[in-house]
Nanobody
Framework: QVQLVESGGGLVQAGGSLRLSCEVS????????MGWFRQAPGKEREFAAA????????YYSDSVKGRFTISRDNAKNTVYLQMNSLKPEDTAVYYC?????????????????WGQGTQVTVSS
């Protein structure tokens, strides 16, 4: 059983920064590509960032490119999302997800396992 647990969300002013973490249980973390998604109230869950198994490749949505950085530490079974220059429109529940097929997918159905989410609120 693979479990994902996000942490690091909170309330921040516009222009501020937050770092999200997602710890993954199990000994096969390095075999998964990992992604971060977000879901604002009343909206569909949307892709934010993805990282390959080794961390050598990353991919971002246009809305976060240049502000967010995804990284991973395979020794710690953890993926991170560093969020800088936050905007009120970044307010959402942020989810990490694991893709056993190891694609840098942007669709929710590309991912096999999901965390419970962590709330990020950016005030103006």
């Amino acid at each position: 059983q693979v479990q994902l647990v996000e942490s690091g969300g909170g309330l921040v002013q516009a222009g501020g920064s937050l770092r999200l973490s997602c710890e993954v249980s199990g000994r096969t973390f390095s075999s998964y590509a990992m992604g971060w998604f977000r879901q604002a109230p009343g909206k569909e869950r949307e892709f934010a960032a993805a990282i390959s198994r080794s961390g050598s490749s990353t991919y971002y949505s246009d809305s976060v490119k240049g502000r967010f950085t995804i990284s991973r530490d395979n020794a710690k079974n953890t993926v991170y999302l560093q969020m800088n220059s936050l905007k009120p429109e970044d307010t959402a529940v942020y989810y990490c997800a694991a893709d056993a097929q190891a694609y840098l997918g942007v669709r929710t159905d590309s991912y096999d396992y999901w965390g419970q989410g962590t709330q990020v609120t950016v005030s103006s």
